[in-house]
């Protein structure tokens, strides 16, 4: 709906016969929400009314307006750029995390690659990534100065006499800002790249940690290499050996490179040859720290052969002082004490409640010929072994009956699991020797 406004003017007289005092009517269209009684005017007389002052203040008004959207326009370029540095920012902290990830998951496939035979392949230097990041913070941190530097200035509301817009300083909030937001990338670039610095450096001490492992590998490679190639000129194959102890002494022994893990059952067989007397001795003992006789076999005086496990007692019917070759099997469980005794594939005897609910410790060692006081020392002559030993094999658990005959008679070949009859695990000390010997012909053509 339109509203009209309507006012009475003087008519101006048309002829002398009209009324001078007559009167007319103008109407003019009020703005919607106007109140009837503002006496609005006509256009005409509104333009007509304008005075210099009021164009004055017209232009004033238009240049404040185009200043302010000047100003508008810079907030939010300056809030685009602000933008894309906290993405880029957000980019470097992605990048450094991925790096960190990978640098987790490069040493896990690191250690699986150890296992494979890489012959030497190394790391890689991450020199290139750190340039790379110190080349962008330094192009952010230039953009960032720049960006102050230009922005140090702006379009102001403050117009001058002439209509011309004048430069006046950023506000300080937003100058304060700024310098924060330029600090806090600085340093949590910075950081990073310190970050980086540790990372390579962990990287050169983990490729030097690999070529010493390489290295240790081939040199343990080379050493078992030179061990078989001595073996292999020795004896016609590795097991078909004895070791001799000639004389009562205390010096006289062999030794087991390989030790014992704990176990709860265990099986031990050999060949022994002794004529020897008052007893054979002690063809072999195992000690622990904390008890030298954690196992041990032994024949001294005139005592018959006994078996100690954890210096524990049980006496064995075996006779082997014939100076003739024997097979010997002693069989032990924890679950007991129960033990079993075999002499050329027969089981001779049995019992129980030796050392009952025991584990046999691990870590020990493991000595031939010589009952230990300590572990690995401290021997006594008078309970040396004396004579031939041969085929000495160790398992975790208690054969079989028919497994132990197999070996008796020769029909079966069963290295031990956790000591093997082997040239390269054992050591001769104080004038012991190894030789070669088919142990199953040496005992056919003697019998």
Not at 23 to 42: L, M
Not at 68 to 95: P, W
Not at 371 to 395: K, P, Y
Request: overall charge negative; charged content about 25%.
């Amino acid at each position: 709906t339109l509203s009209l406004s309507c006012a009475g003017v003087a008519r101006e007289p048309v002829g002398p016969s009209q009324d001078a005092t007559g009167s007319r009517f103008v109407c003019n269209a009020i703005p919607p929400g106007a109140e009837p009684g503002c006496g609005y005017g006509a256009s005409v007389n509104r333009v007509q009314s304008s005075s210099p002052v009021e164009d004055e203040l017209r232009n004033t008004i238009i240049q404040l307006r185009e200043t302010i959207l000047q100003q508008k326009e810079t907030i939010v370029s300056q809030q685009g750029t602000i933008k894309e540095l906290n993405s880029k920012l957000a980019r470097c902290e992605a990048a450094a995390d991925e790096m960190a990830q990978g640098k987790s998951r490069g040493q896990g496939s690191r250690r699986k690659e150890y296992g494979k035979n890489t012959m030497g392949d190394l790391p890689r230097d991450p020199s290139e990534t750190i340039d790379q990041l110190g080349k962008t913070m330094q192009s952010l941190k230039g953009r960032l100065e720049n960006l102050e530097q230009q922005s140090l200035r702006l379009p102001s509301s403050n117009v001058s006499a002439g209509g011309v817009s004048a430069l006046t300083p950023l506000p300080p909030e937003l100058r304060q800002l700024l310098r924060e937001r330029l600090g806090a990338l600085e340093t949590q670039l910075l950081r990073k790249v310190a970050e980086l610095e540790e990372e390579k450096s962990q990287l050169y001490n983990e490729t030097a940690a690999h070529r010493q492992r390489t290295e240790s590998a081939l040199n343990a490679l080379m050493e078992r290499i030179t061990e078989l190639e001595k073996s292999n000129n020795a004896f016609k194959s590795p097991e078909d050996f004895k070791v001799s102890f000639p004389l009562r002494t205390n010096y006289l022994y062999g030794r087991i490179k390989k030790s014992l893990p704990e176990m709860y059952a265990f099986t031990v067989c050999m060949w022994l040859k002794s004529s020897a007397s008052p007893g054979i001795g002690t063809p072999f003992s195992y000690g622990v720290p904390g008890q030298a006789n954690e196992i041990v076999l032994i024949e001294w005086g005139n005592n018959p052969i006994e078996l100690l496990v954890n210096d524990k007692v049980a006496q064995l019917p075996l006779s082997v002082s014939d100076g003739r070759w024997h097979h010997i099997c002693i069989t032990w469980t924890t679950r007991d004490g129960f033990w079993e005794a075999y002499q050329d594939g027969e089981r001779l005897g049995t019992g129980d409640n030796l050392a009952p609910w025991h584990p046999i410790k691990p870590g020990g060692v493991i000595i031939l010929g010589q009952e230990q006081d300590i572990v690995g020392g401290r021997f006594d002559a008078t309970q040396a072994f004396v004579g031939e030993l041969s085929q000495f094999n160790m398992w975790d658990r208690v054969l079989r009956p028919v497994d132990i005959i197999g070996l008796a008679n020769c029909s079966a070949y069963m290295p031990g699991n956790v000591v093997p009859w082997v040239d390269a695990n054992v050591e001769v000390f104080g004038g012991a020797s190894k030789a070669a010997l088919e142990i199953c012909e040496d005992r056919a053509f003697n019998s």
